[in-house]
């Protein structure tokens, strides 16, 4: 027979928990991101203006992502919102590959002009990694206020 190992500690299961990536979040913060091209595919943006909401759609995205992230207690802040980057433009590419046709009778979108994908992936990786920086300092800020010590990003 084996020995018996001891069961972890509530502080290893924390840390654990803290640095394993919560999927789930991930997927779900790339689906909010989604907010802004759908209004663009149904009319919205351009029946209130485009060159109003597009950015205010925007912020306020980045906004949800950095507080969600930050004040939540959500382990390794910045990988976290660089794969919700990522995994929004992959929603991106399969939502207009879905919708386009549907919407306007052709294919329009990313995956109509391939040479935007790694781009598209790239823009947003990088949204990402600055809405990660900042949920970071987010959380650093809440760190002092409580007393605790640096935690991994």
Known sequence: ???????PSVEA?????KSSLQWPLI???GALGLIHPLTHMTGVAEALGVQAVAPVLILAIALAWILIVGLGNVGRPVLTLVLAGVTYAVYLVVI???LTPILTGELQ???????VLIPLVLTNAFYGLVAGLLAWGVQGLRRVRTGQAGEAR
Do not use: V
Request: charge should be positive.
């Open 1 to 7: 027979m084996w020995p018996a190992r001891p069961l």
């Open 109 to 115: 979108g990313p995956l109509a002009m391939p040479f």
């Open 27 to 29: 997927f779900g913060l």
């Open 13 to 17: 299961m924390e840390h654990t928990r």
């Open 96 to 98: 207009s590959a879905l």
